[in-house]
């Protein structure tokens, strides 16, 4: 297989060679015998001068320096404007674009590509432009989702990568390091800064017994999300261990690994074994494969860890895979989780729809060659028995390589011939990118599907869809039965039984090579020209935002207090209306809090229709009204106040930037999730926590907030502040914050990108 050319290539015969020394270093530094396999990683990525001897979890920021840095198209225009605020002329890590997120699935890979070529041509080319300006690798449109790409190309067992995307902890399959981030964390590595972030917690989750039948490595994940909930994850790293461990392929353990952000993990990691190394021969990399054996030990948690746990984790959960239902999840959250034999009777009581009405295969988390292969194993026999998908059927391949592997291999065929569409490999539907015409706005419909998200309107933008997950082969079967009362386990259709899923887990005569749409960045790029249009409706140059004028806030006014789960898709919407503005800050910005619930009235305020970079879009009435003050006389600033988990979900910083950018200064929530409350600080934004979470109820939209002693803002002292509520009424509020003295810094250069500029 040919050897991809990187732009800057990761020296991977050096790390690994240098690798037992920096473990050991690590160990006597920190004055332990034996490490875990996320600590040995983390510490042997010590950005040089800043190792902390006496780190300790859930307390210590380190600064470390990733191998790698990932971006996808639509988070990588802000990572890129930003990085461009930096002056730098090359990335300083081997870093990649990857198109997969502005292809809007509507009528089948090939006119949906090309339709996604014309229609965003002039951000791929920024992207294209500015990648090969800074050195910096590009995936064009078609090549495939970010995280399969990455697996199959650049993840390498023990390296650590961050990337523009909550689900880059899908390379922790292939035991990994791999953590989701926003652009500016991505802006400030490239520009060579160290990276920055909260020492986590460990929870230790070993895997026993062996999985069979229809459950398959989704089903960890789904009953991991049942047990510690979409929460539980928040600044944890979640390590697998245990002899159950080596049942799952690489792409199997990629999908628990992505969905690990499901839980709000910070990532989740695998331990290196013979079938990471398998993986990555077939994939041609036979090189890291070797290398990587030959420190395989210390590519795993050390055997003191695995004999105690208890004592090296800070929570250790146990599953027996033999004892592994399939599991559902859903709807509107991933963490509403049941087996799959009580799902109909559930389904009956909560009176949801008795059928699906789409069901949908792929996504990053699962559309791997397995994943294919386990589905087309069920539609070959269906194809026997002329049974065919009752309900529409849409499966989006991982890559370009996975794709021309099942057409070699006939799947592709087969799912065709039981009625599937085989969409652009990338993330269509997941998104929200997808042209759903079967269904009218407003009706209540329920859809199953493989992705790792399911909030409401995520998939068609359609409040009433009521969207269920589980595993591709789940899906597949209730393509075929069409109705939820069926469960493949026990029941036949037609009086056939669907057989077992079963497939090899890497194509027997190898996976066809495939870096279709990969452009090296030349060796000098200071000839390239960015171009980014000033009337252009997608692309916006950035300003710096302004610095803190050193007062306290007096007056902010409270714009909107959401109430309930409050996601990034619910404070900057995705889907086909707002994508195509990822690029353009005050354009994306009329969609702040576009989907959140507003504790006044336990609703999502209606959208106003008007034109919004030359198209009708429904403008958010916070966003409306956030400009309206922000521009008129006497502006003092805005406060958003959140429940719990408030950011849940991406990593688009968009979420932070827009509120920013309309002048929100603070947000006050009982809990935030990690990448959000990390955006916040970097665009300048305090997060603030209620110390008591019942003070929730002590602030109202429209009340007057003063946030006092900003002079003397320190870390680890509460701040205070003073609500003046409708009445005049005023009360203290203890309020918790996480900011480092480092980030406090960020907070008075206005940035953190201010913040790198000046020093
Ligand atoms: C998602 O799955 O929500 C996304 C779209 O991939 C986001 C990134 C984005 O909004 O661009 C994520 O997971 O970070
Ligand atoms: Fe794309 Fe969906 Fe994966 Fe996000 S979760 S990267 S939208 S496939």
New binding site residues.
């Given amino acids: 297989m040919p050897t991809l050319q990187e732009s800057k290539p990761v020296d991977y015969k050096a790390f690994y060679s240098a690798l037992p020394d920096r473990i050991a270093q690590a160990k006597e530094a920190l004055g332990k015998s034996a490490l875990t396999l996320a600590e040995k990683i983390l510490f042997a990525h010590t950005f040089p001068g800043r190792f902390e001897a006496d780190a300790q979890r859930g307390k210590t920021i380190l600064a470390l320096r990733p191998d790698r840095v990932a971006m996808?198209d639509?988070?990588a225009q802000m990572a890129m404007l930003q990085f461009m605020q930096s002056g730098r002329s090359q990335a300083a890590v081997a870093s990649t674009v990857h198109c997969d997120?502005l292809i809007r699935a509507q009528s089948g890979a090939k006119e949906d590509m090309e339709r996604a070529i014309r229609d965003n041509e002039e951000v791929y080319n920024f992207l294209r432009t500015a990648s090969a300006k800074y050195g910096i690798g590009f995936w064009k449109p078609g090549s495939g989702i970010i995280h399969q790409v990455v697996l199959e190309k650049y993840a390498f067992p023990g390296g650590l990568m961050i990337g523009t995307?909550?689900?880059t902890p899908n390379a922790g399959g292939l035991g990994m390091i791999a953590i989701?981030v926003g652009g500016a964390d991505a802006a400030e590595t490239m520009a060579g800064l160290p990276w920055e972030v909260l020492y986590p917690k460990l929870v230790g989750v070993k895997l026993t017994g062996k999985m069979s039948g229809w459950t398959a490595s989704k089903d960890v994940i789904l009953k991991l999300l049942d047990q510690l909930t979409t929460k539980g994850g928040t600044n944890r790293i979640i390590e697998y261990f245990g002899d159950g461990t080596a049942s799952f392929s690489t792409t199997g353990k990629g999908t628990i690994t992505n969905m690990g952000?499901e839980l709000g993990a910070t990532t989740s990691i695998f331990p290196f074994d013979d079938k990471m190394a398998d993986y990555l021969r077939s994939t041609g990399r036979p090189d890291v494969a070797e290398a990587a054996m030959a420190v395989k030990a210390h590519l795993q948690a050390d055997a003191e860890v695995l004999a105690n746990p208890t004592q090296y984790y800070d929570e250790v959960i146990e599953i027996n895979l033999s004892e592994l239902e399939p599991h559902i999840v859903g709807p509107h959250s991933p963490d509403r989780a049941r087996p799959i034999s009580a799902f109909a009777a559930e389904i009956e009581r909560e009176g949801f729809p008795d059928a699906p009405s789409a069901t949908l295969i792929g996504s990053c988390t699962n559309s791997s060659y397995e994943d294919i292969e386990r589905v087309a194993s069920i539609a070959r026999a269906a194809q026997a028995s002329d049974i065919k998908a009752k309900v529409p059927l849409l499966i989006t391949p991982g890559s370009d390589q996975v794709l021309k592997t099942i057409e070699r291999d006939g799947q592709l065929e087969v799912l065709n011939q039981v009625g599937g569409t085989v969409l652009a490999n990338a993330?269509g539907p997941?998104?929200g990118n997808w042209d759903r015409q079967d269904i009218e706005m407003g009706q209540t419909n329920a859809i199953i599907t493989s992705f790792n998200?399911n909030f409401p309107k995520r998939n068609d933008g359609n409040p009433e869809t009521l969207a269920f997950i589980s595993s591709p082969e789940i899906v597949m079967a209730y393509a075929l039965a069409g109705t939820f009362k069926f469960n493949p386990l026990t029941d036949a259709i037609n009086g056939v039984k669907l057989p077992e899923p079963t497939a090899p887990e890497l194509p027997a005569e190898g996976f066809v090579y495939s870096d279709n749409g990969y452009e090296a960045a030349p060796a000098d790029g200071s000839g390239v020209k960015v171009e980014v249009k000033d009337d252009s409706t997608r692309l916006k140059l950035l300003n710096p935002f302004p610095a803190w004028n050193g007062a306290d806030y007096t007056g902010l006014y409270v714009l909107l207090k959401t109430q309930g789960q409050t996601t990034?898709?619910h404070i900057s919407p995705?889907g086909k209306d707002w994508l195509p503005l990822?690029g353009h800050l005050p354009g994306i910005s009329y969609n702040m809090c576009r989907g959140a619930v507003d504790a006044d009235t336990g609703e999502v305020a209606p959208g106003i229709d008007m034109e919004i970079c030359g198209r009708q879009r429904s403008a958010s009435p916070w966003a409306l009204k956030a400009l309206e003050m922000r521009d008129g006389p006497d502006f003092k600033g805005l406060v958003i106040v959140g429940d719990e988990n408030y950011g849940e979900?991406?990593?688009?910083e968009h979420a932070a930037m827009s509120p920013r950018l309309l002048g929100v200064k603070v947000v006050i929530a009982r809990s935030f999730a990690r990448i959000h409350e990390t955006n916040l600080k970097k665009q300048g934004i305090l997060p603030l926590v209620f110390s008591q979470s019942g003070d929730y109820s002590l602030i109202k939209k429209g009340d007057a907030l003063d946030v006092v002693d900003l002079a003397n803002l320190v870390p680890g002292k509460p701040v205070t502040a003073y609500v003046v509520n409708h009445q005049g009424e005023r009360t203290e509020l203890k309020l918790n914050h996480s900011l480092t003295a480092e980030q406090i810094g960020w907070f008075k250069a206005g940035s953190a990108m201010n913040a790198a500029n000046q020093n």
């Fill in positions: 996808q639509a988070t997120h995307d909550s689900h989701g952000a993330c997941c998104i998200r990034t898709d995705a990822r979900g991406s990593s688009r």
